[in-house]
C-alpha cells in the first residue's frame, strides 16, 4: 500500500531557529514529489516540485531535498510568517494520483 | 497566475438536502480534481476528471457525484448530504503534459457544515 508520512506533526520555533521536516514514502512507483504550503482555512499554495533523488529547490527560506525513500524541507531562519501547515504529496505511477502526507503543522514565535 | 474559484467559502447545510459545489479554473487545464480534507486524515480524492464530460472515482467517491459540462467547471455534487460529510471541500486543477507529473492548484476552499 502507497504510504506518506509526516513528521513531526507539529513543530514550534522560535524565530531564526532553523530545522526540517521530514517526507518520508513508501510507493511503488514515484514520478515526483509536491511540498504545499497551507494557511489556516485556505487552500494549499504550492511551493516545489521535486522529480528525482538528489534533486534540490530554493525559495527564500524554503529548502527541499529529495532521496530514493524520503524528503526533507528545511526552513532556515525562519520568520513568524513561515506559520503554517506543510503538506508533502507524491505523485503516483498508475494514473498521476497526488498521495498527501497528514502535513507538519509549523509554528514560529518571534 | 493559476486561478482556481470556488463558489462559497462556508456553507451550512440541513441533513438531506442536496447540495452543489462548484469550481472554476482560467488556466485551461485538462485535469480537475475535488478532495475533503479532514484533520488528521489529510487530503483524499474525491473524484477527479481528465476531460469534458469525463470523470474518474478517487478513493472516496461515495455519496458523491461530480458534473463536468465545460472544461473550466468542475461540479461537486452531494445527492443527500449527511452529517459525516462536514469537510473542507478543496477542488484543484492541473495541465496535462502527458507525463502526468503537473502541480496541481488549489482553490480556497470550501468549509461545508452538515446539521
Known amino acids: 500500500e502507497d504510504q506518506v508520512t509526516q513528521s513531526p506533526e507539529a513543530l514550534r520555533l522560535q524565530e531564526g531557529e532553523s530545522s526540517s521536516l521530514n517526507c518520508s514514502y513508501t510507493v511503488s512507483g514515484l514520478r515526483g514529489l509536491f511540498w504545499y504550503r497551507q494557511d489556516p482555512g485556505k487552500g494549499p499554495e504550492f511551493l516545489f516540485t521535486?522529480?528525482?533523488a538528489g534533486e534540490e529547490k530554493e525559495k527564500e527560506r524554503l529548502k527541499a531535498t529529495l532521496t530514493k525513500k524520503e524528503s526533507f524541507l528545511h526552513i532556515t531562519a525562519p520568520k513568524p510568517e513561515d506559520s503554517a501547515t506543510y503538506l508533502c504529496?507524491?505523485?503516483?505511477?498508475?494514473?498521476?494520483?497526488?498521495?498527501f502526507g497528514a502535513g507538519t503543522q509549523v509554528v514560529v514565535t518571534p | 497566475d493559476v486561478k482556481v474559484t470556488q463558489s462559497s467559502r462556508y456553507l451550512v447545510k440541513r441533513t438531506g438536502e442536496k447540495v452543489f459545489l462548484e469550481c472554476v479554473q482560467d488556466?485551461?487545464?485538462?485535469?480537475m480534481f475535488w478532495y475533503r480534507q479532514d484533520p488528521g486524515l489529510g487530503l483524499r480524492l474525491i473524484y477527479f476528471?481528465?476531460?469534458?464530460?469525463?470523470?474518474e472515482k478517487g478513493d472516496i467517491p461515495e455519496g458523491y457525484s461530480v458534473s463536468r459540462e465545460k472544461k473550466e467547471r468542475f461540479s461537486l455534487i452531494l445527492e443527500s448530504a449527511s452529517t459525516n460529510q462536514t469537510s473542507m471541500y478543496l477542488c484543484?486543477?492541473?495541465?496535462?503534459?502527458?507525463?502526468?507529473?503537473?502541480?496541481?492548484?488549489f482553490g480556497p476552499g470550501t468549509r461545508l457544515t452538515v446539521l
Open positions: 488556466m485551461d487545464h485538462e485535469n
Open positions: 521535486l522529480y528525482s
Open positions: 484543484a486543477s492541473s495541465q496535462s503534459s502527458g507525463m502526468g507529473t503537473d502541480t496541481q492548484y
Open positions: 476528471s481528465y476531460d469534458v464530460k469525463m470523470k
Open positions: 504529496a507524491v505523485l503516483l505511477e498508475s494514473w498521476g494520483k497526488l498521495q
